[in-house]
């Protein structure tokens, strides 16, 4: 139950920061747009002291390192992690960039609904087996 638990983590931390480390790297580059000449430290730096891109970016790194941990040392089956994993962070990344659009069609939140159905029977069935 740890495990299922641990893969749902992963899928969390990737798919919740997916979206904030997309609009943290808008601001990033328009940062480096601004200074004209950077060179590959100052670049670093702008990277590391923008905290709307390092700490989403820290974060799906720890479900990285959660992941690998998850398929070297865990006696979880190979074939639920992965798919579990990345079926989960679709499944967030989804549904938070769809609370961040600006028009929420009828549609989109009934296709959304559906996905989000799927995956999680997915990932049921998997845990069954």
Known sequence: MIDIAAVL?????WGGTNPVVEKGAK?????LESSR??????SLQIHC?????????LLNTAGSILFVYLLSLSNVDLGF?????NATAL???GVISEQGQTQFSLKSAGLLTAGLALVCTGILLCSWS
């Not at 002291?49 to 970016?57: A, K, N």
């Open 9 to 13: 983590l992963v899928g969390l931390l």
């Open 27 to 31: 601001l990033v580059k328009a940062r």
């Open 37 to 42: 000449h950077t060179s590959s430290l100052q």
């Open 49 to 57: 002291t923008t905290p709307s891109f390092i700490i989403p970016h």
């Open 81 to 85: 992690v992965v798919p579990a994993a």
């Open 91 to 93: 499944a967030i990344t």
